[in-house]
């Protein structure tokens, strides 16, 4: 009976080891835990030379983690030892069970871990492996004032699946200062993210020392006033913004990175978005000028004029920066270049003809091209954004694939390489909570699931096509984002989420699992000190249609902590506790939050209802909304619930340069007298009102009599909210047709591509 209890209590503990969870993110590859500790003491000593940067930077984490101060040195008869081996060296390494092939088919950063009685052991094949191997120990060993840290026996074996893991950051619609810079190189590196993409140069400002062109720096790197607000406000203030980094602090930063095995890939703008360039020297524009630095933000007219004296300054430019950055890829920009100048320039006309090119863009990839000769003549490439497609791609560059993924795919089906970085789930500018609960942002909604949710890889590319996918990247853009803290907010936890994707180790079907490590990584933010964002907590809504009207899902992190009322009061322990959908027959606001331990631990959603005839009805679209904008389809137009303004992803129904053309089937005849329909602007972020917007009724679905046209013009006048009322009518059929915008005309932000029309809830009264 003894012996019976004892097998017993064996399981239960083989069991519960297997079982515990590491909470490792980036999940490695493969995790084997067995049975044991290692004990991290004082007496634990570092294996290597004490001049090794990755070994110092192990101990000063240890040592900010623990408290423990351990010894670095190369001789030691310490029992307790964590050592480092080079799997390229023969005869160093004595376990070579698993590393079949290693030196061959390696990517760079891969490592082996090993936790054993009196050993830890990072086994790779360079630094960087040692480096990776040594942020995973890292997130094994607890933020803990003590003497003994317990780490369990395990074997890891690890490696990257992409080799651009990368994270954007705008420094010109605001500066943020060096030792911020620094922190921000610290971030990616603690999530293994090895590209930093430095945004550098941008019509509010010119954020980088060019010793030959000082005036850049001197005039180009403040403005005369920034804008506050939304850009649907166009307000501003008249407060002197600017700064910039000299040449030496570049220096400190690049070589802070690539301690951290972080390329920096500086990005100098061109031929748009030269604002701050052109301020400083008008010569190199079209008209001559004279130009302020940018206080609005978009897309502004004014770009580098293609002439001669134009590419020799962009050159001695680039001369400068390439000796600065040592990156194989210098991005060119090439993003958001209108053609208006151009077309009227005599310069810009004649470099047409002489070239024999076709038109304005085939002037864009003249330009791009010859600057691209010259970036390869000095041993470098060039990256720049998907618009450097447009009038046919330079011979070797890359291209960053930002609206959308399309034009990554044609690239890669071109045999260019690639970065994936799509609005949809790359933009970290973008909403991740409910808008009413979070600092302003510049529209869209991309929370941590999203972002979790990315492949880079489009099911689109065949295998052949796919290796030019060299990554992802997430973008960082700053107009509405002034300090460091409120970077972090935007960075932190998606971060978390991206570098899973990158590392290649994410599942977006146990997002849930990832979900419960990443919380768990809060703790290390707040022992950090990293203002992040808590939105995973909010609790999310789904609604459906249901008999009379809608059902309304609420969700979050931990779903029996949610608390929720029906009258317009805030939700508190007291409340409701949610169990199923509610089920909402009339006009009424539901409020929910999430709560632990008897407080709230999210802000509080807020939903109110409409319901009226056209609730939860049957409707057919005749064009599909786009699949980033789109996610409730065609029920989204009736599911009772509002678009708000200030949020583009779920409420809306997003059209990408196609019409809206809806009909509703009322299920029977109903007597109706009022339509309303709301539609959005949002010019920054390409979203312009329709047209026109027709609406037509009927009684069989065959035979349709028109009830009104409203124009462009009254579109405007109500902001969007249109309402129609008539005379009564005995009708089942209601069809609702929303004309695009179409092309975006020049001078507008976006000019040249489709308009995006954006409408929601069609009410029937
Ligand atoms: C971009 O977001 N304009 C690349
Ligand atoms: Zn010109």
Redesign the pocket.
């Known amino acids: 009976m003894k012996y019976k209890i004892l097998t017993l209590l064996l399981l239960i503990s083989t069991i519960s080891i297997a079982q515990q969870t590491l909470n490792l993110i980036p999940k490695p590859n493969s995790v084997e835990i067995k049975k044991g500790h290692f004990v991290l003491n004082k007496e634990t000593v570092i294996l290597a030379d004490e001049n090794s940067f990755e070994a110092k930077f192990l101990q000063k984490e240890i040592k900010n983690k623990t408290g423990l101060q351990l010894k670095i040195s190369l001789n030691s008869n310490s029992i307790s030892k964590i050592g480092f081996y080079d799997l390229l060296l023969p005869g160093v390494i004595t376990k070579t069970d698993s590393l079949g092939n290693r030196s061959t088919n390696r990517n760079k950063g891969q490592y082996f871990l090993r936790v054993e009685k009196n050993d830890i052991t990072i086994a790779q094949a360079d630094n960087v492996g040692n480096f990776y191997g040594i942020q995973t120990l890292l997130q094994l060993i607890p933020f803990e004032k003590k003497s003994e840290i317990k780490i369990p026996y395990l074997s890891i074996s690890d490696q990257p699946k992409f080799q651009w893991r990368g994270m954007h950051l705008d420094v010109c619609r605001h500066f943020f200062p060096k030792d911020f810079i620094k922190k921000y190189i610290d971030y990616l590196a603690m999530y293994k993210m090895n590209t930093f993409h430095w945004h550098l140069t941008d019509d509010q400002g010119w954020r980088i020392e060019i010793k030959k062109y000082p005036k850049l720096t001197e005039v180009g790197a403040w403005r005369n006033g920034s804008m506050i607000g939304h850009y649907t406000d166009q307000t501003f203030d008249s407060i002197r913004y600017g700064g910039f980094y000299t040449q030496e602090d570049i220096k400190e930063i690049v070589t802070y990175a690539k301690e951290r095995h972080i390329t920096i890939v500086p990005e100098i703008e061109m031929p748009g978005h030269a604002l701050a360039a052109l301020a400083s020297y008008p010569e190199f524009s079209c008209t001559g000028g004279p130009f302020e630095v940018g206080k609005t933000w978009g897309v502004l007219e004014d770009v580098f004029c293609p002439k001669d004296e134009t590419f020799t300054f962009l050159e001695n430019i680039l001369v400068e920066v390439m000796e600065l950055f040592p990156s194989e890829y210098i991005h060119i920009g090439g993003?958001?270049c209108p053609k208006v100048r151009w077309k009227s320039c005599p310069h810009c006309q004649k470099r047409i003809k002489d070239e024999n090119l076709k038109d304005e863009h085939e002037l864009q990839s003249y330009f791009i091209q010859r600057i691209e000769k010259f970036v390869n003549s000095k041993g470098r490439k060039i990256i720049g954004?998907d618009e450097i497609l447009e009038g046919g791609l330079a011979p070797n560059a890359a291209v960053?694939s930002?609206r959308g993924t399309e034009g990554g795919i044609a690239a890669a089906k071109q045999k260019h390489f690639v970065v994936m970085s799509p609005?949809s789930h790359c933009?970290f500018d973008h909403y991740q909570g409910e808008p009413k609960n979070e600092p302003i942002a510049f529209g869209g909604y991309t929370n941590v699931e999203k972002v979790y949710s990315f492949n880079p890889v489009p099911k689109e590319l065949f295998a052949e096509e796919s290796k030019y996918i060299l990554g992802a990247q997430a973008?960082l853009?700053t107009e509405y984002i002034n300090t460091p803290e409120h970077v972090e907010y935007m960075l932190f936890p998606r971060i978390a989420a991206l570098s899973e994707v990158v590392w290649g180790t994410s599942n977006p079907n146990e997002y849930k699992e990832f979900e419960k490590r990443l919380i768990s990584h809060f703790e290390i933010y707040d022992k950090k000190g990293i203002n992040y964002s808590k939105a995973i907590f909010e609790v999310t809504s789904k609604v459906q249609p249901a008999e009379n009207g809608v059902a309304f899902e609420l969700k979050s992190a931990n779903p029996n902590g949610i608390k929720y009322t029906i009258n317009g009061s805030e939700p508190n322990t007291n409340s409701i506790s949610y169990e199923k959908p509610i089920l909402v027959t009339k006009n009424q606001t539901i409020k929910a939050a999430y709560f632990e331990n008897g407080k709230a631990k999210s802000a509080t959603i807020e939903q109110p209802f409409f319901i009226t005839k056209s609730t939860g009805k049957k409707i057919e679209l005749v064009h599909q909304p786009h699949e980033n904008y789109g996610i409730g389809g065609s029920f989204t137009l009736v599911d009772g619930m509002k678009g708000n303004p200030s949020k583009f992803g779920r409420d809306w129904l997003g059209f990408w340069g196609k019409d809206m053309n809806a009909t509703i089937d009322l299920g029977k005849t109903e007597t109706i007298s009022k339509i309303s329909i709301n539609t959005l602007s949002s010019e920054g972020s390409w979203i312009y009102y329709p047209k026109s917007i027709g609406i037509l009724v009927s009684k069989d679905g065959d035979n349709y009599i028109p009830i009104t046209i409203v124009s462009s013009k009254e579109i405007k006048e109500t902001k969007g909210k249109i309402v129609v009322e008539f005379d009564k009518q005995n009708v089942q059929f209601i069809k609702v047709i929303a004309e695009n915008n179409g092309i975006i005309s020049d001078g507008n932000p976006g000019a040249g591509s489709n308009s995006w029309l954006f409408v929601d809830e069609i009410s029937v009264e």
Do not use: L, P, R
């Open positions: 993003d958001e954004w960053m930002w609005g933009y973008n853009w």
